[in-house]
T-cell receptor, first 111, second 113 residues
């Protein structure tokens, strides 16, 4: 089996700050994803990467950048944190066309 | 774009009874429909999926039904147990977009004794 690691587990930022979230997987999956989960809502796709060096925008990409540094890692940057923003960011990976495996999440709070 | 509606926001069932969660989608091109479970304080994990070439799939106590004409799919959990209590998310995607999933809002399932 494999595992997805997300760092940090908790992230507290200031309004306007640039914040970076990291994700590592050892499934050897080609495809990786970043989702945002808000309380009481489903997941919304921010960015995904089909293979190393690929980057695709999801429905919620505005305000975010992403980087697929290598096959096993995928980073997400909040370009300018919004005051009072609170959400959980979930990283996932998969073989293309099959079920996604999710990481434990990074919980973001912006003061 | 695709929209997925999950009809029950909360569902309470007695242990041993069946639970049914219903989802509808808008895009007729959608062809892959997975379900995920999120237990309290944890992340999502995959439970079962169905593809558009079949209309029923079963894995132990889980049954997924797909009605392409009505653009509706449902998760049936039979003989529910307390450990089934969680939030369940349905999702849909098109083959052409691979695994670009659109999720429903989630259903909180509570199984009581």
């Amino acid at each position: 089996g494999g595992i997805i690691t997300q760092t940090p587990k908790f992230l507290i930022g200031q309004e306007g700050q640039k914040l970076t979230l990291k994700c590592q997987q050892n499934f050897n999956h080609d495809t990786m994803y970043w989702y945002r989960q808000d309380s009481g809502k489903g997941l919304r796709l921010i960015y995904y990467s089909i293979t190393e060096n690929d980057l695709q925008k999801g429905d919620l990409s505005e305000g975010y950048d992403a980087s697929r540094e290598k096959k096993s890692s995928f980073s997400l940057t909040v370009t300018s944190a919004q005051k009072n923003e609170m959400a959980v960011f979930l990283c996932a990976s998969s073989i293309w066309g099959y079920e996604q495996y999710f990481g434990p999440g990074t919980r973001l709070t912006v003061l | 774009g695709e929209k997925v509606e999950q009809h029950e926001s909360t569902l309470s069932v007695r242990e041993g009874d069946s639970a049914v969660i219903n989802c509808t989608y808008t895009d007729t091109a959608s062809s892959y429909f997975p379900w995920y479970k999120q237990e309290a304080g944890k992340s999502l994990h995959f439970v079962i999926d169905i593809r558009s070439n079949v209309d029923r799939k079963q894995s132990q106590r889980l049954i997924v039904l797909l009605d392409k004409k009505a653009k509706r799919f449902s998760l049936h959990i039979t003989a529910t147990q307390p450990e089934d209590s969680a939030i369940y998310f349905c999702a849909a995607s098109m083959i052409s977009s691979g695994q670009k999933l659109v999720f429903g809002q989630g259903t909180i399932l509570k199984v009581y004794l």
